[in-house]
T-cell receptor, first 113, second 110 residues
């Protein structure tokens, strides 16, 4: 199994500002994933982050808005840039563990005013 | 990736079996069926997965029809702590990208 922590757990931000979310895993993993869950909705994949290479973004998500860093095999950050109230969501990171299982962090709850 | 269809919500009495259906009529031969659940205010949790055979683990059983176009997740003795949104996801072996649908909101009542 993999234990994932995220910082911050929640934040309230002003529009136009940026927030960087950290994801730490207790073991080395090749791929890390970032998801967004808007209020009352299901999860949507934002991007896949490999160590040492550029993140791969899903349709509708761009690097300028959601830059991702992956400096090593246990850590990643997601920045939500130039925030608007529409960015209010839960942001989750996940990793694939052994076999077919994906493990998710507890999420970062973001409210943009 | 194949699309899945699940009922929006279901109720189940505590102690009874909860049977959650999922339709995946466009599943291809090498795609697996995965089940995750999300308890309120937590990240999703893996439950079980299967290809064509029925599977059982300490959490649940997965029954896949012979034509693989549908499956049922069974929680044999539901408890209040099983109240959650259950997601049925179809993807290839060693799939990395999980495409979440809308899921089934299961409410277990006393």
């Amino acid at each position: 199994s993999a234990v994932i922590s995220q910082k911050p757990s929640r934040d309230i931000c002003q529009r136009g500002t940026s927030l960087t979310i950290q994801c730490q895993v207790d073991s080395q993993v090749t791929m890390m994933f970032w998801y967004r869950q808007q209020p009352g909705q299901s999860l949507t994949l934002i991007a896949t982050a490999n160590q040492g290479s550029e993140a791969t973004y899903e349709s509708g998500f761009v690097i300028d808005k959601f830059p991702i860093s992956r400096p090593n095999l246990t850590f990643s950050t997601l920045t939500v840039s130039n925030m608007s109230p529409e960015d209010s969501s839960i942001y989750l990171c996940s990793v694939r563990g052994g076999g077919e299982t994906q493990y998710f962090g507890p999420g970062t709850r973001l409210l943009v005013l | 990736d194949a699309k899945t269809t699940q009922p929006t919500s279901m109720d189940c009495a505590e102690g009874r079996a909860a049977n959650l259906p999922c339709n995946h009529s466009t599943i291809s031969g090498n795609e697996y069926v995965y089940w995750y659940r999300q308890i309120h205010s937590q990240g999703p949790q893996y439950i079980i997965h299967g290809l064509k055979n029925n599977e059982t683990n300490e959490m649940a059983s997965l029954i896949i029809t012979e034509d693989r176009k549908s499956s049922t997740l069974i929680l044999p003795h539901a408890t209040l702590r099983d109240t959650a949104v259950y997601y049925c996801i179809v993807g290839g072996h060693n799939t990395d990208k999980l495409i979440f649908g809308t899921g089934t909101r299961l409410q277990v009542f006393p």
